[in-house]
């Protein structure tokens, strides 16, 4: 486990975050932040849910959702969309893919091969440039590859 991913360095990640999204941070807002910041499995919303009760039983699932865009729309998270299945949450806002494993429908972050850019690995049209990416992989993913 990294630094970030320990109680202090999460809950100092998340205030960075915040302050410069400006988001307005409820109590509620920060549980959900920190249960996303220290998921490496790509959580759903339920999921996320079920974490936050433990942390604080009165939360509302309508106040993980609202409290879900509120961040994706900041940047602070991102939300995933993957075919005919829930949505996901990512904390790593780092230039990345996802690899979704079709047996078992773990989500793991995929980085691209070091000095590799987007450009370099698909056929743009001539004059276009990549902003973000956001692309899934689907196969299968064997049990020794760790999320971190």
Same mark, same amino acid.
Not at 106 to 132: N, T, Y
């Given at each position: #486990?990294?630094?970030? +991913? %320990?109680?202090? &360095?999460?809950? @100092?990640?998340?205030?960075?975050?915040?302050? @410069?999204? !400006?988001?307005? #941070?409820?109590?509620?807002?920060?549980?959900?932040?920190?249960?996303?910041?220290?998921? *490496?499995?790509?959580? %759903?919303?339920?999921?996320?849910?079920?974490? *936050?009760?433990?942390?604080? %039983? &009165?939360?509302?699932?309508?106040?993980?959702?609202?409290?879900?865009?509120? #961040?994706?729309?900041? &940047?602070?998270?991102?939300?995933?969309?993957?075919?005919? !299945?829930?949505?996901?949450?990512?904390?790593?806002?780092?230039? +990345?893919?996802? #690899?979704?494993?079709?047996?078992?429908?773990?989500?793991?972050?995929?980085?691209?091969?070091? !000095?590799?850019?987007?450009?370099?690995?698909?056929?743009?049209?001539? &004059?276009?440039?990549? *902003?973000?990416?956001?692309? *899934?992989? +689907?196969?299968?993913?064997?049990? %020794?590859?760790?999320?971190?």
């Amino acid at each position: #486990m990294t630094a970030t +991913h %320990t109680p202090i &360095g999460i809950r @100092r990640q998340a205030a960075s975050l915040v302050k @410069r999204a !400006g988001v307005r #941070m409820t109590r509620q807002r920060h549980v959900v932040l920190e249960v996303v910041l220290s998921s *490496c499995d790509h959580p %759903t919303a339920a999921t996320i849910y079920e974490r *936050c009760r433990q942390h604080l %039983t &009165g939360i509302s699932l309508a106040t993980v959702y609202n409290s879900l865009e509120a #961040m994706t729309e900041a &940047g602070i998270i991102n939300h995933l969309h993957f075919d005919n !299945g829930p949505s996901r949450y990512c904390a790593n806002l780092v230039p +990345h893919v996802h #690899m979704q494993d079709e047996v078992n429908d773990r989500v793991i972050d995929v980085q691209l091969k070091e !000095g590799l850019r987007p450009e370099d690995v698909f056929d743009l049209p001539e &004059g276009a440039r990549v *902003c973000r990416m956001d692309a *899934c992989l +689907h196969g299968f993913i064997p049990d %020794t590859v760790k999320t971190v």
